[in-house]
């Protein structure tokens, strides 16, 4: 039993700081087997990870490779006992081709052949049954050729095993089925492969055996055949988390903002939006799905008036009737009729709040517009602060902290809290869950849907599109900046969204009905 | 025909200046270092090696050209070397902003030979008085044989070794950047250097490598300048902006020395136009003399327009690298 154990770790601890990011952590990996290694946004897989493939040193514990104990120090290190890691942040060279960032940092004869390696790039690229050009260019691909080349770079280097951080975060469905067949034929050919991700049901699709991590501690492994859905969630949680969305049926659904012909120029002068459709309805949420960077930030920013558009108009219908055109209106006068954007950017502070301020500062930020006085009135912020951190539990020392030391979910608490808290007509947030545990992420969706059964449209630009299936009432998909459908949330599946988001067009089977 | 051939050699004179400064540049951009101190260290390496030559004369009875030849040779390419040590001490190692130290070294060098160039003056008797005959008759020493056929040997073979050495060192750069692994290497630094840290190359090794010996071929240019082009004498401030031309001509090539060859020539050309084209007055000779620049600035406006990613600048050029905390 222990001599087809390829990798172990014993009782891994890292700080960071004062922080513990590992706490004593087990695992093993058997020779020929898919392990998932599960767990939320800071529990500490990635850390686990890059002590494994030589970014980090651990403070206590040791690794086995094949029963022996080794010392990792480097990346190179850790490729000479054939471990390779594939990040989730690609590193690779723009301007290369796919074979010469493969054998990028490789020593060998002075001169390069590039002919020779391209020749066994193909090799490994037809043993496992990618599809890759040895000889394209980086710039020239998308996000999936691109983890292609990150995982035959990998398997070109003779890894034995290999780990894969948040494979499918940037995948639709069908490169994610892609990828899951070249990993049961790596699996096939006696390659170990670590998985690491949060996503439960890819878990259960791909995997032989789960280790669960939480809050840098190692929880247990267990066999996906005998896991569910809810039993790795209270793993991964410690405690039972009730899974249901709780969407409900819209409330007499009416038209509140209406985008015509939408067209917005990128910087660069394409087109980042062409002619953009479609109406959302108040007392309803409308997902916005696509692979990330198909126009789905442009398409809030126009509605929001940060962006201006080429052409094509935005018109908002106001509760108490008439309608009025918000194109060429100003952020100010759009925010005024309560058209209101909530953006997550990938770095939560970069846009939205002031990392160097407090709850009540960065609330402060919206209201001071509305006082009277001279001076600004800092009571109201102070007691909208007040009944945030109350009502969505944000964890704080004080409402006059410093944003930037809270937690990431404690900031999008904050982020999301103050735009709800101005009442609005229209609710528009891209990305409202990222990086939050699944607590924090339920507590974001329920406050969307009592926004939704107040009478405010929801746009929700979404990832996961689980989740938007779950939550949304309506999905519109977005592919190179264009429309290319809008769906019912209740009857389309994944695979439809997932052709839709790869640009093929045409009549859904489901189609929406839109509500006059 | 003379006047032609005249221009051609004047023109080829001016070219190989500018050449060894942009080959020199562009080795040291493909590794992320702009370097803005090429026509302060162009000034050093044409200084010092002027100075190692003029002392071996002073000091030697019957002094031997091709030993003054490799005593400039050696102060030039030693002087070089610190100029581009200095600036990677203090934009690899210490960080500092690559535009100004980049400045700050031009500044220096342009003073550096302006005071060198004053001194050695004085020591030889006064302004103008410099001269290290010697030595620069073996710089200058054309192909022997060939520079005797008409016309072609006037033109191609008549120059000094330098000329040819300057031709094959772009040539020998272009090849090493793009068939070489250390080549390979060096573009992954000058892209992305956490990507190439990543991939085990060491980022610092490849940018000191890369800039010091960029710095020692840009020297060259200036000791060309010197000993072949002035035929070893020194007037302080004649070297001019040829400098600035090589940093422009690296844009104009696209980042590839064997395309920095015509660029120079190019280059060269318009630099020596004013005196070869007839029929100018003296405010028409003027505007022809601003030629060099317009096409500069030209050249700056066309490449800012095109779109292939390949012939961008190295991505992180100008920027420091800083390892992420690990």
Request: hydrophobic content about 45%.
């Amino acid at each position: 039993m222990a001599d087809d154990l390829i990798l172990e770790c014993k009782n891994i601890t890292k700080y960071f700081g004062g922080v513990c990011a590992n706490d004593g952590v087990n695992l093993s990996l058997k020779r020929g087997e898919i392990l998932s290694v599960l767990g939320e946004n800071g529990s500490g897989k990635t850390t686990l990870m890059n002590i494994l493939s030589g970014i980090y040193f651990p403070d206590e514990g040791e690794v086995l490779i094949k029963g022996k104990p080794v010392t990792i120090r480097s990346p190179q290190d850790a490729f000479a006992l054939g471990i390779g890691m594939v990040h989730q942040h690609f590193k690779l060279i723009k301007i290369m081709t796919a074979a010469e960032n493969i054998i990028l940092g490789m020593e060998g004869e002075a001169r390069l052949h590039m002919a020779k390696v391209e020749e066994d790039v193909r090799r490994v690229v037809s043993e496992y049954g990618f599809d890759l050009d040895p000889k394209a260019k980086i710039y020239n691909m998308s996000v999936s050729q691109k983890q292609t080349v990150e995982i035959v770079k990998v398997l070109y280097r003779g890894a034995e095993i290999l780990i894969l951080d948040e494979p499918t975060a940037v995948l639709t469905p069908q490169e994610t089925e892609k990828l899951f067949d070249v990993m049961r034929n790596m699996k096939a050919a006696g390659k170990s492969v670590i998985i690491i991700t949060h996503k439960l049901n890819e878990v259960l699709e791909i995997s032989d055996r789960v280790a669960v991590l939480r809050k840098g501690r190692y929880i247990g492994t267990v066999e996906t055949k005998d896991a569910t859905v809810e039993s790795l969630t209270e793993m991964m949680v410690g405690e039972k988390v009730d899974l249901d969305f709780g969407r409900k049926e819209p409330v007499s659904p009416a038209a509140r903002i209406a985008c015509k012909d939408l067209t917005v120029l990128s910087p660069d002068g394409r087109n980042a939006l062409s002619d953009i459709s479609f109406t959302a309805n108040g007392g309803e949420i409308l997902g916005i799905a696509g692979i990330s960077g198909n126009g789905q930030k442009e398409l809030l920013e126009a509605m929001a008036g940060l962006q201006p558009s080429e052409h094509g108009t935005v018109v908002y219908y106001p509760p108490e009737g008439g309608e009025e055109v918000l194109t060429g209106k100003d952020v100010n006068e759009i925010r005024r009729l309560g058209v209101i954007l909530s953006f997550v950017p990938e770095d939560r502070l970069g846009m939205g709040l002031v990392g160097a301020m407090g709850i009540s500062d960065n609330i402060a930020l919206r209201t001071y517009r509305s006082g009277k006085s001279f001076f600004t009135n800092r009571k109201i912020p102070q007691q909208l602060a007040g009944s945030i951190v109350e009502r969505l539990e944000v964890v704080t020392p004080g409402l006059g902290t410093p944003v930037r030391r809270l937690s990431g979910g404690n900031v999008q608490k904050v982020l999301v809290g103050r735009e709800i808290m101005a009442q609005p007509t229209v609710l528009m947030v891209a990305y409202p869950v990222r990086g939050l545990d699944i607590n924090s992420s339920y507590t974001i969706y329920h406050l969307l849907n009592e926004q939704k059964a107040n009478g405010a449209a929801v746009i929700c630009v979404g990832e996961d599109l689980d989740v938007l299936i779950g939550l949304c009432d309506r999905i519109l998909v977005l592919a190179g900046g264009r429309v290319s459908g809008i769906v019912d949330a209740r009857k389309v599946t994944k695979e439809e969204i997932g052709l839709l988001m790869t640009g093929v067009t045409g009549t859904p089977e489901t189609p929406a009905e839109e509500p006059a | 025909m003379t006047a032609i051939i005249a221009f051609l050699n004047a023109a080829i004179g001016q070219a190989i200046v500018i050449l060894f400064g942009a080959t020199g540049e562009i080795l040291t951009e493909k590794s992320g270092n702009l370097n803005l101190g090429i026509p302060g260290i162009m000034y050093m390496g044409g200084i010092s090696g002027l100075m190692g030559a003029f002392f071996y004369e002073n000091a030697s009875d019957s002094p031997n050209g091709v030993i003054g030849m490799l005593v400039s040779l050696l102060c030039a390419l030693v002087v070089s070397a610190l100029g581009g040590l200095l600036y990677c001490f203090l934009t690899v190692t210490l960080r500092a902003n690559q535009n100004v130290v980049g400045l700050a070294l031009t500044t220096f060098g342009v003073g550096f030979g302006n005071f060198f160039g004053g001194s050695i003056s004085k020591l030889a008797g006064g302004v103008g008085q410099i001269s290290v005959r010697t030595t620069a008759e073996v710089y200058r020493a054309p192909v022997p044989g060939l520079s005797g056929i008409p016309v072609i040997g006037e033109v191609l073979f008549s120059h000094g070794f330098m000329t040819y050495l300057g031709l094959l060192i772009a040539v020998i750069v272009t090849y090493v950047i793009k068939h070489t692994r250390k080549g390979l290497h060096l573009i992954a630094v000058g892209e992305d250097p956490s990507t190439a840290d990543t991939a085990g190359i060491s980022v610092t090794r490849y940018k000191y490598v890369a800039t010091v010996t960029g710095a020692t071929i840009a020297g060259l240019g200036g000791l060309y300048f010197v000993m072949e082009y002035l035929n070893g004498t020194w007037t302080n401030g004649s070297f001019g902006d040829r400098g600035w031309l090589a940093i422009a001509v690296v844009i104009l090539a696209l980042w590839k020395p064997t395309n920095a060859i015509w660029g120079s020539l190019l280059f060269g050309g318009l630099f020596v136009l004013d005196i070869y084209l007839p029929g100018l007055t003296r405010a028409t000779k003027e505007l022809v003399r601003v030629f060099p620049y317009i096409v500069t600035i030209l050249v700056l406006i066309i490449t800012s327009k095109r779109n292939k990613p390949e012939n961008q600048p190295p991505e992180s050029l100008g920027r420091a690298f800083f390892r992420e905390e690990r």
